[in-house]
């Protein structure tokens, strides 16, 4: 690469870093102009059109970026992540196939199938997802914590708990898996231990169950929901 070709390419990336798409996209096409199978620009390109949810683009770069480099597993699933970001999920989903078909190794991308299987709503089979995930990185602690979510939704509740304990045994300063817990304990009728995982959540970040709280009653607010997250609060103020 000459040194004007290597100039145009880091001025894309930093319009790139800076968010500013169009630049860096015109920048990355003067690049490929002149060297045409210059991977990293398909490859950014790609990334970009996926932010913009540009489906035509996306796949004219991606396609020419796998042409010159077909085993990069990543590229399906940096797209995949920046189209669940836009909710657009099945789509999401395809890549994430891709990615792992490249590498069936790849816990990054069973950990992301399942997240967008639990977007789907289709919880089973994201639990499948989270496992392969955990099976091949067994202290993947996000796996950990989706797979108890994803268990909770489908009301295995002494399941769920026991992914959260795995979570907090391999992350113990995670205030929010100990409020999850604490959320478990109480559907468990286990208001103690409900009790004691809270204070822990307290305890690492006092600031967070505020900051919980407006999350939650939001989600109340929107959802219908027949408790008020507050009965939880006030469950704790009790002792």
């Avoid at 070709?5 to 169009?22: D, S, V």
């Avoid at 950990?144 to 268990?151: E, G, M, P, R, V």
Wanted: proline share 3%.
């Amino acid at each position: 690469m000459d040194k004007k070709t290597e100039e145009l390419y880091e001025h894309a990336n930093e319009m790139l870093k800076l968010g500013n798409y169009e630049d860096a996209i015109k920048s990355y096409r003067e690049v490929i102009k002149i060297i045409p199978e210059h991977y990293d620009s398909w490859y950014k390109l790609a990334i970009i059109f996926s932010k913009l949810g540009n489906h035509k683009e996306i796949e004219i770069s991606r396609a020419k970026a796998i042409q010159i480099n077909p085993n990069d597993y990543k590229i399906w699933n940096i797209i995949g992540h920046n189209l669940r970001l836009l909710g657009k999920y099945e789509d999401a989903l395809d890549n994430y196939n891709k990615s792992i078909q490249c590498k069936p190794n790849y816990s990054e991308g069973w950990y992301n199938k399942g997240v967008a299987l639990q977007d789907l709503e289709r919880y089973e089979e994201s639990l499948d997802s989270y496992e392969k995930a955990i099976q091949i990185e067994p202290n993947y602690c996000d796996a950990w914590y989706n797979k108890a979510n994803a268990l909770c939704n489908i009301k295995k509740y002494d399941s769920s708990l026991a992914s959260y304990n795995k979570m907090v045994e391999i992350k113990p300063d995670d205030a929010e898996a100990w409020f999850e817990r604490a959320k478990v304990l109480k559907l468990l009728n286990r208001r103690y231990e409900a009790r004691e995982s809270i204070k822990k959540a307290l305890d690492i970040d006092s600031k967070f169950i505020t900051a919980q709280f407006k999350v939650e009653v939001k989600k109340r607010i929107i959802s219908f929901f027949k408790k008020p997250w507050l009965i939880i609060v006030n469950l704790f103020k009790s002792n």
